[in-house]
């Protein structure tokens, strides 16, 4: 059984920043991906970035290149997403989650359902 813990969300201001951490627990295998979802009020939950374990590949969702990165800390089991840039439309729950396995495309590891493990959200709020 893994368990997820996410933090560092908050209220902040259009253009400020803000670091999300995850810390992974449970795992025996380092074949996996984790990755980082949001969800805003009346919407889909929806890929924003994540991260391979084992060989730290990295893919973002196109809304957020340039502004986010995901990067992890194998010695403490943590994956952090540092947030800059930050838009109103940023303002959403942001779950980690953990899937399996990671051999399959990108497009596989966006989708929610293929990942069996998540956190349980942290609040990021950005006023204008």
């Known amino acids: 059984q893994v368990q997820l813990v996410d933090s560092g969300g908050g209220l902040v201001q259009a253009g400020g920043s803000l670091r999300l951490s995850c810390a992974a627990s449970?795992?025996?295998?380092?074949?996996?991906?984790l990755g980082w979802f949001r969800q805003a009020p009346g919407k889909e939950r929806e890929f924003v970035a994540g991260?391979?374990?084992?060989?730290?590949?990295?893919h973002y969702a196109d809304s957020v290149k340039g502004r986010f990165t995901i990067y992890r800390d194998n010695a403490k089991n943590t994956v952090y997403l540092t947030m800059g840039t930050l838009k109103p439309e940023d303002t959403a729950v942001y779950y980690c989650?953990?899937?399996?396995?990671?051999?399959?495309?990108?497009?596989?590891?966006?989708?929610?359902?293929?990942?069996?493990?998540w956190g349980q959200g942290t609040q990021v709020t950005v006023s204008s």
């Open positions: 449970g795992r025996t295998s380092t074949r996996y991906v």
């Open positions: 991260i391979t374990w084992r060989v730290g590949t990295i």
């Open positions: 989650a953990a899937a399996d396995g990671d051999t399959r495309s990108w497009a596989y590891y966006t989708d929610t359902d293929v990942y069996d493990y």
